[in-house]
Nanobody
Framework: QVRLVESGGGLVQPGGSLRLSCAAS????????MGWFRQAPEKQRELVAT???????NYADSVKGRFTISRDSANNTLYLQMNSLKPEDTSVYYC?????????WGQGTQVTVSS
């Protein structure tokens, strides 16, 4: 079993920054893919960014150049540095891992961008 716990969400003004963290525990193997998704009210969950165990990254066009995904494999922790935040980034952000053919999700952390 895998457990994902997110932290770091909150309220920030437009143009501000936040860093999300996701602590993973359980059957985390060396070969996996991790990432961040988000879901705004009445909208579908959408990909934000992913990173492989080898460090290859992928970003949604809407966050390229503003968000950076990274991971500390030694400590099984995933990060999302979010800069130049916009009101449209307001969502619940979910940590995700794909390992051994299974998808696992965290409980989500709220990010609100508002003045």
């Amino acid at each position: 079993q895998v457990r994902l716990v997110e932290s770091g969400g909150g309220l920030v003004q437009p143009g501000g920054s936040l860093r999300l963290s996701c602590a993973a525990s359980g059957s985390i193997f060396t070969s996996n893919r991790m990432g961040w998704f988000r879901q705004a009210p009445e909208k579908q969950r959408e990909l934000v960014a992913t990173i492989t165990s080898g460090g290859a990254t992928n970003y949604a066009d809407s966050v390229k150049g503003r968000f950076t995904i990274s991971r500390d494999s030694a400590n099984n922790t995933l990060y999302l540095q979010m800069n130049s935040l916009k009101p449209e980034d307001t969502s619940v952000y979910y940590c995700w891992i794909y390992v051994s053919g299974n998808n696992y999700w965290g409980q989500g952390t709220q990010v609100t961008v508002s003045s």
